[in-house]
């Protein structure tokens, strides 16, 4: 899920639900949400990664994982009516659950390759509207899949927030890239360690929320409810009167058009896939 700027509303692709991996395009208008029906779209596909290109003015969607598991390595963009499939000369490995959000001070797409499935090592690509291409920094996060990210415009950095490199363990480290390499934080508080949580910056706040994800543990797992906002040194833990159940693998986006972060489905333990819109702040 991201904004489009471009047309104003939050745009949702694919998922997983109790149809098996979906491929339909949905718009939401700050109050009902709209089934799209473009000309062209990607395939059915879970665990794709997705941000708004503020340099093109387009939805840019990466990867992500069909119904029998393949992983893929395909780009599309949403012009705000259809999908367009890109023919690149280079991209990121095939991947599901990767973090990826637009960087407004570099005007690209920032990716973290997961790297895990490919034996490799993580690796930070972005995308300039045309291509991607294989960034060197000079220090990394660890490789991991379904990290949170979120552009924090406050401070003209990207941050990334926990993810696992595989059960039973999961991180609970803050990074931010600048541009040009990452750098690890050591906030005073942080929330627990996590993966499958979302972030998304609230520019009526100036920070940064998370939500939720799974806590791992050599016993078990543990779904979260918890609420935390980043102000660009440390992390506060939230106690907002009201707030979505527990749940992970949601999507979130901050919607510009009425000032609030919203957040859509997710899952939690023994239960279908859940369906229910949750708004951050108010409209």
Not at 129 to 137: D, I, N
Not at 179 to 204: E, F, I, L, N, V
Request: hydrophobic fraction near 40%.
């Amino acid at each position: 899920m991201a904004y489009d700027a471009a047309t104003g509303t939050v745009v949702l692709f694919g998922g997983a639900g109790s149809q098996g991996v979906l491929g339909d395009t949905w718009v939401w208008d700050g109050s009902t949400w709209a089934k799209q029906h473009p000309a062209a779209s990607p395939p059915a596909r879970a665990y794709a990664s997705m941000a708004y290109d503020a340099a093109t003015g387009t939805v840019v969607l990466f990867g992500g994982q069909n119904n029998s598991q393949m992983e893929l390595d395909d780009t599309w963009v949403w012009d705000g009516s259809t999908w367009t499939e890109q023919a690149l000369p280079a991209q990121p490995p095939a991947q599901s659950a990767a973090a990826m959000a637009y960087d407004a001070a570099t005007g690209t797409v920032v990716l973290i390759s997961d790297g895990l499935r490919q034996g490799k090592l993580g690796s930070t690509w972005v995308w300039d509207g045309s291509t991607w291409a294989k960034q060197h920094p000079a220090a990394s996060p660890p490789a991991r899949y379904e990290a949170a990210i979120a552009y924090d415009a406050a401070t003209g950095t990207v941050v990334l927030f926990g993810g696992t490199p595989s059960a039973p363990k999961g991180y609970g480290d803050t990074w931010v890239w600048d541009g040009s390499t990452w750098t690890q934080q050591h906030p005073a508080t942080s929330p627990s360690t996590r993966y499958a949580a979302r972030m998304a910056y609230d520019a009526a706040t100036g920070t940064v929320v998370l939500f939720g994800g799974v806590h791992l543990t050599h016993t078990g797992s543990l779904t979260l409810g918890d609420t935390w906002v980043w102000d660009g040194s440390t992390w506060a833990k939230q106690h907002p009167a009201a707030s979505p159940p527990a749940r992970s693998d949601t999507a979130m986006a901050y919607d510009a058009a009425t000032g609030t972060v919203v957040l859509f489905g997710g899952f939690k333990p023994a239960s279908p896939a859940l369906g229910s819109t949750w708004i951050w702040g108010s409209s």
